[in-house]
């Protein structure tokens, strides 16, 4: 199973980019890259996915490498409901369904 | 749509007790996961139903903890008996078989005494 690694904690100022990236160097050919966050005493959020190409959303841009070996989740104008845990997830699959296993993720901090 | 609803929002019980914990997916999703969040551990999926059957238990750590769906709108995670390590938030989330996204509840936090 691919693994990823974050840096524990980033800080943003509030309307500045946050770009925040996830090492995913042992990954395989069909695995995606998905990115969810959770905010404090909520559930996780889905924010977006992506294979190889560069995707982007409502909510945010997802840049793989062109090696797939790492990527870099970007929130264009982050605010202040942006301060989250921020989970880089490799799917893998196991049982015929696509597990996704959560890591340590990274904490971002968006101050005003 | 209200999203996926869990209840109740908090549970404090004592070491021995029964705990039942609950879950109402969105409704057309027919994959439903429950999933546990430690500091410790952090998030890890305990059991996973698609079409109201088990699919993939191996997250359950033991026997005291078993899951059921008797239908496609409501799931249960019962403890017996609780102990102090089982304290925790338990989410519950939801998706299409596709599972390009899955839409997880606000979670029940359990503290057993």
């Known amino acids: 199973d691919a693994k990823t690694t974050q840096p524990p904690s980033m800080d943003c100022a509030e309307g500045r980019a946050a770009n925040l990236p996830c090492n995913h160097s042992?990954?395989?050919?069909?695995?995606?890259v998905y990115w969810y966050r959770q905010i404090h005493s909520q559930g996780p959020q889905y924010i977006i996915h992506?294979?190889?190409n560069n995707e982007t959303n409502e909510m945010a841009s997802l840049i793989i490498t062109e090696d797939r070996k790492s990527s870099t989740l970007i929130l264009p104008h982050a605010t202040l409901r942006d301060t989250a845990v921020y989970y880089c997830?490799?799917?893998?699959?196991?049982?015929?369904?696509?597990?996704?296993?959560f890591g340590t993720g990274t904490r971002l901090l968006v101050s005003p | 749509d209200a999203g996926v609803i869990q209840s109740p929002r908090h549970e404090v019980t004592e070491m021995g007790q029964e705990v039942t914990l609950r879950c109402k997916p969105i409704?057309?999703?027919?994959?439903l996961f429950w999933y546990r969040q430690t500091m410790m551990r952090g998030l890890e999926l305990l059991i996973y139903f698609n079409n109201n059957v088990p699919i993939d238990d191996s997250g359950m750590p033991e026997d005291r903890f078993s899951a059921k769906m008797p239908n496609a709108s409501f799931s249960t995670l019962k403890i017996q008996p609780s102990e102090p390590r089982d304290s925790a938030v338990y989410f519950c989330?939801?998706?299409?078989?596709?599972?390009?996204?899955?839409?997880f509840g606000p979670g029940t936090r359990l503290t057993v005494l």
């Open positions: 042992t990954i395989s050919g069909n695995e995606y």
């Open positions: 997830i490799v799917r893998v699959a196991s049982t015929g369904f696509q597990k996704l296993v």
């Open positions: 409704s057309g999703h027919n994959s």
């Open positions: 992506g294979l190889k």
């Open positions: 989330a939801s998706s299409f078989p596709s599972e390009t996204e899955q839409f």
